[in-house]
């Protein structure tokens, strides 16, 4: 074979990936028309969103990931402005962004506002995820998991200040949620955590503590554990809190170590933050905070995490596959070998 019919070979494979990931998978469709027969309408409209979001995560998502996930344009922790005052800030590669405005407009966390939108934003977050790497995923499952929590535990005042802003479709104006459970002595073992809460007698509570493994590092509203003063050891000691980023414009008793240098996940910024009284308002009831993180928190990034897995599967697949077809080898495609 020539070299021109080699090239031509390859690039056949590069041109037969799907223009358009939800028309291209039949079984997600399939899925979808049997979940939602009885409702023709809301399936109409979710298979209209998730065309549209098939088509730019293939157009605008995966090129921008390309970028931001190579190791010349990672996320840097930026700890002070250029006039020396703490910002604790993440900067991004402006394709990071590029995407964030795409999957937010999908409307894939702003669901979160609506009860009941499991199959929309099953749909999206697994689209999203055939991009290959949790760059936005996690960040969009954290802030969706953050909204549940606020939605179904919070206080009406909680919730009405820190819910609406979570749910905005505008990337540039939306706050996005994290959520730090982790501490260096235990991540399985959440019940160990040793950060604190002290009550400040009108509702809010000043958090100290060191928080190990934070991903979403940048985020506007932090969701995290801690002992309030004086609980009992373990789980049930533990309160779940939201904490904004900022206070009076400020970095809201927080610093940011550094940020963890890691295998995969690497758009996204995860870092290592000393809090030292940081003020936070309690989600739900303080004794009752772990039933919160696990129950609705955690179960929200389990239910990410396997939707995840199944997009990452499909886009190795779709990958692999193609490339079979492509790929000749001792004059056949190498999908005729064994
Ligand atoms: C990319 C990435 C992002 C992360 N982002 C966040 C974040 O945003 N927020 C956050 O809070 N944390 C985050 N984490 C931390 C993560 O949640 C912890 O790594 C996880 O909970 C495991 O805790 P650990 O690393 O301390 O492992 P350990 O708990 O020390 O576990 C070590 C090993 O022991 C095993 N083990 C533990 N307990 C048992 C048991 N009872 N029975 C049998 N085996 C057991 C585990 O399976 C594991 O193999 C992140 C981690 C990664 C890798």
Sequence with gaps: MDFEQARKD????????????????????????LGLASDTARLDALERDATAFGREIVSVVGPAAQRYEHRDHLPELQRYDADGRAV????????????GRAIWASGIVAHSGTPGRAFEQATLLYLLSTEGEAGHTCPATCTIGLARALRRRGSDAVRDR?????????????????QFLTEVQGGSDVGANASVAEPLGDGRYRITGEKWFCSVADADQFLLTARAIGGVAGT??????????????????????????????RGLASGEI????????????????FKTAVSIVLNTSRWATALGSTGIMRRAYLEASAYARARTAFGNPISHFP
């Design 274 to 289: 000393d809090l030292d009284g940081a003020i936070a308002w309690p989600i739900g009831p303080v004794e009752e905070g």
């Design 162 to 178: 820190f819910l609406p802003p979570l749910l905005e479709r505008d990337y540039d104006a939306v706050e996005r949620g994290s």
């Design 88 to 99: 604790e800030a993440v900067h991004f590669d402006p394709s990071y962004h590029d995407a």
């Design 10 to 33: 390859f690039d056949a494979w590069r041109a037969s990936y799907p223009a358009d990931l939800y028309s291209a998978d039949p079984a997600l469709r399939l899925l979808n028309r």
């Design 236 to 265: 049930k000691g533990l309160g779940c809190f939201v904490m904004p980023r900022e206070v009076d414009g400020h970095p809201n008793g927080f610093r940011i170590r550094r940020l963890k240098d890691k295998l995969g996940t």
